[in-house]
């Protein structure tokens, strides 16, 4: 059930609109009255590799509380991922779909997931293909959050979230079951390789701190579906955040952990922390 809450927040927090930054991942932020800064990370949430490094194992001893974009640790949320994953309104895939496009979605997920459409009809389709991600590495899923909730929990410091399990999962309401699953009839005709290839690109990028390019990789038309929904997705999200981010930094100095492609854009938490009249840098 983690690995699937994993990748849920992978596939809400990996698009977003061009704004040129500083190569870099981690972020300071001070000035506007904070007596002592708090720091931004851009995290990825499905990686082969989630060694921290130093100026990052320096932030967190330099910080007291740790923020991500939920609390992973909360115990009410296995239950709610399950009743999150059911399309409202009884609408099914099947009922969404020609049966010849519905036999190439069925035979792809059998393929990838060893379950096919009569066991997944209800989910969302979004959901449904997600549950293909593990086949799109060469590795076991690691993630960026699971590093930090490490050293914090050694730090003997809490973990908090920025917003609730149910108020990600609503973004999968607020799309379109419809265009969902017109996606998920894309990927299984396209196949796995295709997935992959696109998965270790941004890998790629995202390793290389790049998040001009990784954000332009992401906003390619190849990825329409991410590119029309970027308001429902990031922008919300973002603007939701800042007042939560405001009052954690003010009470004491904390490091936010989020997924990398929120950080950019003029609806990115960056520039919206900036209109703010913070300073926010990059940790060279």
């Given at each position: 059930?983690?690995?699937l809450?994993?990748?849920?927040?992978?596939?809400?927090?990996?698009?977003?609109?061009?704004?040129?930054?500083?190569?870099?991942?981690?972020?300071?932020i001070?000035?506007n009255g904070?007596?002592?800064?708090?720091?931004?990370?851009?995290t990825?949430?499905?990686?082969c590799?989630?060694?921290?490094?130093?100026s990052?194992l320096?932030?967190l001893?330099?910080?007291?509380?740790?923020?991500?974009e939920?609390?992973?640790?909360?115990?009410?949320?296995p239950?709610?991922?399950?009743s999150g994953?059911?399309?409202?309104?009884?609408?099914?895939?099947?009922?969404?779909s020609?049966?010849?496009?519905?036999?190439?979605v069925?035979?792809?997920?059998v393929?990838?997931?060893?379950?096919?459409?009569?066991?997944m009809?209800?989910?969302?389709?979004?959901?449904?293909?997600m549950?293909v991600?593990?086949?799109?590495v060469?590795?076991?899923?690691?993630?960026v959050?699971e590093?930090l909730?490490?050293?914090t929990?050694?730090?003997?410091?809490q973990t908090y979230?920025?917003?609730?399990?149910?108020?990600?999962?609503?973004?999968f309401?607020?799309i379109?079951?419809?265009?969902?699953?017109?996606?998920l009839?894309?990927?299984?005709?396209?196949?796995?390789?295709?997935?992959?290839?696109?998965?270790?690109?941004?890998?790629d990028?995202y390793?290389?701190?790049?998040?001009?390019?990784?954000?332009?990789?992401?906003?390619?038309?190849?990825?329409?579906?991410?590119?029309?929904?970027t308001?429902?997705?990031?922008?919300?999200?973002?603007?939701?955040?800042?007042?939560?981010?405001?009052?954690?930094?003010?009470?004491?100095?904390?490091?936010?952990?989020?997924g990398?492609?929120?950080?950019?854009?003029?609806?990115?938490?960056?520039a919206?922390?900036?209109?703010?009249?913070?300073?926010v840098?990059?940790?060279?």
């Open positions: 059930m983690k690995n809450l994993i990748i849920t927040l992978s596939l809400i927090s990996l698009f977003a609109n061009a704004q040129k930054l500083d190569k870099g991942l981690l972020w300071k001070s000035g904070l007596s002592s800064p708090s720091y931004l990370y851009g990825m949430h499905i990686v590799d989630n060694t921290l490094e130093a990052t320096k932030a001893d330099n910080t007291k509380q740790l923020y991500l939920m609390d992973m640790d909360d115990p009410s949320i239950l709610k991922m399950m994953m059911v399309m409202k309104d009884g609408k099914t895939m099947t009922s969404m020609s049966p010849e496009d519905l036999k190439v069925d035979e792809y997920l393929k990838n997931t060893g379950m096919g459409v009569k066991m009809d209800k989910f969302k389709p979004s959901m449904a293909g549950m991600m593990p086949k799109m060469d590795c076991p899923i690691k993630s959050e590093a909730m490490k050293v929990k050694e730090q003997n410091e979230g920025l917003e609730t399990l149910d108020e990600q999962m609503a973004v309401d607020a379109s079951y419809e265009e969902q699953m017109k996606e009839i894309k990927s299984a005709k396209e196949g796995t390789e295709k997935g992959r290839a696109m998965f270790k690109k941004m890998l990028l390793n290389a701190k790049d998040l001009n390019a990784l954000m332009d990789f992401m906003n390619d038309e190849e990825n329409k579906f991410y590119g029309d929904n308001d429902v997705l990031l922008d919300q999200r973002n603007a939701n955040w800042i007042s939560k981010i405001e009052e954690a930094a003010k009470k004491t100095p904390t490091f936010f952990g989020v990398a492609a929120h950080l950019g854009g003029e609806n990115g938490v960056i919206l922390l900036r209109k703010k009249g913070y300073k840098e990059a940790v060279k």
